[in-house]
């Protein structure tokens, strides 16, 4: 059993508020799930993420995969958490070192290729991102 976190950022409205973004990888059928309220576009955002690390040369774990995104009350909509869970994703199967995770919300919607594509709202999620590690550190 393998467990991930990292960070991102929902705007509602203006404001911005840290979402940790946690990816579990277990025993089971392949399966993957996300919770925490996430809307219609970021429901796709499963599909992007399998075959953006896959199309990077990475490989996507064939076991059971559980995405949550906290707090599960806060709506979350949009495509700019596809990096956020590839890289959680990548981290709880070991690709990635989590210490290098530990400051940092990322932001930024995946094409199926695994290029980073740009977002709308970047400027104010990274001034809220900034605000909150500010007043409470994300570790």
């Known amino acids: 059993m393998a467990l991930a976190r990292t ?3 929902a705007l509602v409205g203006l404001e911005g508020h840290l979402v940790e973004v946690e990816a579990d990888i277990s ?4 399966k993957t799930t996300l919770i925490g309220l996430p809307d219609a ?3 796709e955002a ?3 993420v399998r075959a953006a690390v896959v199309n990077s040369g990475e490989r996507f774990p064939d076991r059971k995969v559980t995405i949550g995104l906290s707090p599960a009350t806060l709506p979350k909509a949009g495509s700019h ?4 869970i590839a890289v959680s994703l990548l981290t709880a199967a070991g690709a990635v070192e989590p ?3 530990r400051q940092t919300a990322i932001i ?4 199926l290729d695994g290029r980073i594509r740009e ?3 970047a400027l104010a999620m990274t001034l809220a991102a900034r605000a909150s590690s500010a007043s409470s550190s994300p570790t």
């Open 7 to 9: 960070w991102s950022v």
């Open 81 to 84: 958490y596809d990096v956020a």
């Open 41 to 43: 576009s970021l429901t």
């Open 46 to 48: 499963r599909d992007r």
């Open 27 to 30: 025993q089971g059928l392949p």
């Open 108 to 111: 930024g919607e995946l094409g």
């Open 119 to 121: 977002v709308r709202g």
């Open 99 to 101: 210490r290098s995770l």
